[in-house]
């Protein structure tokens, strides 16, 4: 997995590529509870790139989720791909996370 980051409009993007399992949550968990006490205030996880999640990768979104919420940081996802779209809805993630069709869309929700 690989994590681009960068900002537009004091909205920081966490651009996640590959694929989000046990050997690779880490890395995505981190690098958000970085971006957390370096100040960021809204967050958008673009995952057009990430092709596969384990049910360890969405317990580290459902980590992320709750630090965001304890340090009061706006969080959205936004573009996935069928097979991550599926496994957000059948863990019932889309009824508690901000979830958008793109990037553009979550851009503009988060303004």
């Not at 958008?100 to 869309?105: D, G, K, P, Q, W």
């Amino acid at each position: 997995m690989h994590i681009e980051v960068s900002a537009q409009d004091g909205i920081t993007i966490l651009k996640v590529i590959g694929r989000m399992d046990a050997t690779t949550v880490a890395e995505f968990t981190e690098e958000c509870q970085k971006q957390i006490k370096n100040g960021s205030g809204r967050f958008i996880v673009d995952l057009a790139g990430l092709e596969y999640i384990s049910s360890a990768g969405l317990r580290g979104i459902l980590t992320i989720g709750k630090a965001c919420k304890a340090a009061k940081a706006a969080l959205a996802f936004c573009a996935m791909q069928a097979m991550v779209a599926d496994m957000f809805k059948l863990s019932g993630f889309t009824s508690i996370l901000t979830v958008y069709a793109s990037l553009e869309e979550a851009l503009a929700g988060m303004r």
